[in-house]
């Protein structure tokens, strides 16, 4: 794929990387982002070569947020000249512009939920706004000796719940860490983010990768099917009315592994003790 603010890589082994690659605006998110985030995630619900995904940031940070100096086009009736096929300018009503935008960057937080690969996101520097939301939106977070996780809207007049924070941050940390982050929009650093369970690991910024990779590689030990059926299993029971209900869902996600045949490959490793070797799909 031929993207301009992102990359993805694909490795032989499955392991995906996704890019945020704006490195001189600290990765922050600009509609042409927007859409080449949408068209990877859409590319990888489909994609069975692709089992695990590390979502990183170019350069000094992760992501600042939020271009606000583009987002001022959300302002003005006019499209400007170069923006004449983003298709939620071309409203006459700027609320309306401001509306159908920001369904359209949430519905990326959406995605990242709904792929079935597990994402691991590393991070850097500023983790602000969507940039938090990217990384709350992944499977683990593993971060730098400078990371900073600020919740932006909240700094700059807007509502503090934004791009599914309100929603990932208290099941990450509990409901009364998450409200005094969101309503105050503090950093949370490095210390902190390991200690209230926000992140898995703490390493130098030059680990970042490697540490990324070898957990990335562990997950690849795994049955195929077994790990994206957890997936969608942790995904459902984020909201699941009662346990019975998830049980069931368990269960089914239990036989259904049972009767592939991974659970062989498993199984003949286990005892053997040796790698499982799986079929990419």
């Known amino acids: 794929m031929d993207f301009k603010t992102i990359k993805f890589e694909l490795r032989d082994n499955g392991i995906g990387i996704i890019s945020l690659n704006r490195p001189e605006k600290l990765n922050a998110i600009n509609f042409k982002m927007e859409e080449e985030l949408h068209s990877v995630l859409d590319s990888l619900i489909a994609n069975l070569d692709c089992r695990v995904v590390i979502f990183r940031g170019e350069g000094r940070a992760f992501c600042a947020g939020t271009d606000l100096q583009e987002g001022s086009i959300l302002n003005v009736k006019k499209v400007p000249e170069g ?85 990932f941050l208290p099941r990450l ?72 209900t998830i049980l069931q869902l368990e269960n089914n996600g239990i036989v259904l592994s049972f009767s592939s045949k991974d659970v062989n490959e498993a199984s003949t490793a286990f005892f053997q003790k040796k790698e499982p070797k799986y079929p990419l799909k």
């Open 173 to 244: 940390i509990g409901l009364s860490r998450a409200a005094e982050i969101l309503y105050t929009g503090r950093e949370v650093n490095a210390d902190e983010a390991i200690e209230i369970g926000l992140a898995i690991k703490k390493v130098s910024k030059e680990q970042l990768l490697n540490t990324a990779l070898n957990l990335a590689e562990n997950l690849l030990k795994k049955s195929p099917l077994g790990l994206r059926l957890t997936k969608q299993a942790i995904n459902l029971s984020m909201d699941a009315p009662s346990l019975e």
């Open 83 to 167: 923006y004449e096929n983003i298709y939620f300018l071309d409203v006459s009503e700027t609320l309306k512009k401001k509306i159908y935008h920001q369904w359209h960057i949430s519905q990326i937080f959406v995605k990242m939920r709904k792929i079935s690969q597990p994402i691991i996101a590393i991070v850097q520097g500023a983790a602000a706004g969507g940039g938090f939301g990217f990384a709350m939106a992944s499977d683990f977070r593993i971060v730098a000796d400078d990371v900073k996780f600020i919740n932006a809207s909240i700094n700059i007049g807007l509502t503090g719940a934004d791009v599914g924070g309100s929603y």
